[in-house]
């Protein structure tokens, strides 16, 4: 990483690929320039009905014995509805400051404190679209899976198992906590406070930091915790709704982590690479319907968000079929297009066996 060119050749071929980087990054820019706006309309009535479904089955999954053969028709089905309602956290972060306010608002209220992944814990994100994080220690969705081993993915993986209860007792026992002192409320908010995967990642503590919105969020969080275990401490609702509930959020974590796993090539080092790199290091998952309930909500076309983070959800497909039809065969998009999820964890699978080390074509 980061070698010097010790020759003149060697600077005008990497003088020469970045203006081909520009070159490419331009001309698709202008294949998609009309497709940045989301509509707001879309975002309301998708993410009202997912709610309903997620909701309505949950409801009856939770209500009916384990053994009744309906809880288990109703399961699958509120864990892929419970999914994609979560999932628009992603959008929500990337919506610009001042942007559809009431949709934040509205998706917090009915997603994000009910499933205990209020919006703010997921500013984190920015950081994996920074040159400057993408790939390294600070960069919290990113783990360099590429040079680890079978051991680090078995890892990786497990983590669905105890993610839903480090969550829960964040908001049980760590909430009220951390108002005892202001350094407790710090390292909370440092430590416990983003959904990642590298558990190594450490938030900034920004001025902002503790907006009284997210404050109240955090709260709302925490009431609804209390009130769950008040309930059953009472007799009200029965215990055993710890355990379903805990089943479903493993399930809808499990689906979270496969897709994650297929997102990128996970070859980075850890060193800061090009913008170009990162979307290299990333898939575009072309797959079928299958691929639509693991990567809800445009995220089978990762590398392309990666590109244009600005490009909402549900233009993602549309954006994607015009790039592969007008850019030319030997354009780097081309390169990151897989038919399914199962080339993409055989590629990462004989990475893991060979180890080699380094990722891209040209580093800064």
């Known amino acids: 990483m980061n070698v010097q060119p010790k020759n003149s050749h060697h600077r005008s071929s990497a003088v020469s690929q970045l203006s081909e980087d520009k070159r490419f990054y331009s ?7 009309d497709l940045f706006r989301p509509s707001a309309k879309l975002y309301w009535i998708d ?3 997912s709610v309903l479904f997620a909701y309505v089955f949950a409801s009856i999954y939770l209500a009916l014995p384990m053994t009744n053969v309906i809880a288990w028709i109703c399961f699958p089905v509120a ?11 992603h959008e929500i972060v990337h919506l610009p400051n001042g942007t559809m306010n009431a949709f934040k608002l509205y998706w917090n209220i009915v997603a994000g404190i009910p499933m205990l992944v209020p919006s703010f814990t997921y500013d984190s994100h920015l950081h994996h679209h920074s040159s400057r ?14 040079h680890g081993s079978m051991f680090g993915i078995l890892l990786f993986m497990m983590q669905v198992l105890f993610q839903p209860i480090l969550v829960f007792l964040r908001y049980l026992i760590g909430t009220p906590i951390s108002f005892l002192h202001p350094k407790l409320r710090q390292w909370f908010y440092t430590h416990a406070t983003s959904l990642v995967i590298n558990f190594k990642y450490e938030k900034e503590v920004a001025a902002d930091t503790f907006k009284r919105s997210n404050t109240n969020f955090e709260l709302a969080c925490s009431f609804l915790v209390w009130s769950m275990i008040v309930l059953i401490v009472v007799g009200i609702i029965p215990e055993v709704y710890l355990l379903k509930i805990l089943l479903l959020a493993v399930v809808v974590l499990t689906m979270n982590h496969v897709r994650t796993l297929v997102a990128h090539r996970y070859r980075s080092d850890g060193g800061t690479i090009s913008h170009l790199d990162q979307f290299l290091d990333s898939t575009n998952i072309t797959g079928s319907w299958w691929t639509e ?5 445009g995220l089978r076309y990762h590398a392309l968000h990666h590109l244009f983070p600005g490009i909402p959800y549900h233009n993602l497909g549309i954006a ?3 790039l592969i039809a007008q850019l030319p065969p030997q354009s780097p998009y081309h390169e990151t297009v897989y ?8 590629e990462l699978l004989q990475n893991v066996r060979q180890n080699p080390g380094l990722l ?3 580093h800064h």
């Open 27 to 33: 001309e698709a820019r202008v294949i998609v320039k």
């Open 133 to 146: 994080h993408y790939g390294t220690v600070q960069d919290g969705e990113y783990l360099p899976l590429g």
């Open 293 to 297: 309930f693991l990567c809800p909500c």
């Open 79 to 89: 864990a892929i509805s419970i999914y994609r309602a979560a999932i628009f956290i």
């Open 360 to 362: 891209g074509h040209h």
């Open 320 to 322: 994607h079929r015009r």
């Open 339 to 346: 038919s399914g999820f199962t080339p993409v964890l055989r």
């Open 47 to 49: 993410l009202t009905m």
